[in-house]
């Protein structure tokens, strides 16, 4: 199996961290992509993925995946090792609920900050750009740190009492955020901090902190 990654951005280190709860990130081949160049508009990667996005991965039948979420569910349902989709009907539709949250309220609000209101990847990616548009999400990306914050006063974790790919989605969202846009989580959202502390404790989020200090 290949990885198309960029190491970084929020929805290939979901996959990264996917990966690593399973136990098999040593086996999967990766492969780099580097958006700032725009190697994912190329011709070649085009034809791999139309959609032009990352991550995407290439089973040995040449069989391709994109979109983080289908990603997740087929490493969740391919290998053995810590469950991050749920396993009844109730957990799988509550971690859906709060993962598809996490996209809307953290990575996509920061994602169009980042692009919009930022020099992102730069004029020649980005094309062109809405600051006003950046702007108000910006706001939304802290109202969804609130949210969260919220949610963690009462819950372990992001859906409840169990660690599910929606942790994973927030984790990566929050990491981008202080580590590109620089848009950090406020100080008195004291839930979110903590159970953010708990979750660089992983094995499979160690390496993220260490990645945020090089960036």
């Known amino acids: 199996m290949t990885f198309y990654d960029t190491k970084g951005l929020p929805n290939p280190d979901r996959i990264r961290i996917a990966f690593k709860e399973k136990g098999v990130f040593d ?14 508009r190329t011709e070649g990667f085009r034809k791999i993925n139309p959609n032009a996005t990352v991550p ?9 995946i994109s979109e983080s979420t289908a990603i997740t569910e087929y490493i969740d349902h391919q290998f053995e090792g ?4 749920g396993r009844s009907a109730e957990q799988r539709a509550v971690i859906h609920m ?17 692009h919009h209101a930022t020099i992102g990847f730069g004029p020649e990616v980005e094309g062109k750009q809405n600051k ?7 706001e939304k990306t802290l109202q969804g740190m609130r949210y969260f914050n919220d949610v963690l006063k009462s819950n372990k974790y992001i859906a409840g009492d169990i ?14 955020s ?5 848009v950090m989580i406020p100080k008195d ?10 979750m660089f404790e992983r094995p499979s989020c160690i390496d993220s902190k260490e990645q945020m200090n090089l960036v």
């Open 178 to 182: 202080e580590t590109f846009p620089k």
């Open 27 to 40: 086996q999967i081949k990766v492969v780099q992509v580097n958006l700032w160049e725009g190697e994912h």
């Open 163 to 176: 660690f599910s790919m929606a942790d994973i989605t927030v984790f990566t969202g929050l990491n981008f």
């Open 189 to 198: 959202c004291n839930a979110l901090l903590e159970w953010r502390n708990r």
């Open 56 to 64: 995407l991965i290439v089973l040995k039948d040449g069989t391709a």
């Open 98 to 114: 709060m993962q598809r949250r996490g996209e809307q309220k953290i990575v996509d609000a920061i994602g169009a900050y980042f």
């Open 82 to 85: 810590v469950n991050l989709t």
């Open 132 to 138: 006003e548009w950046g702007q108000l999400h910006y």
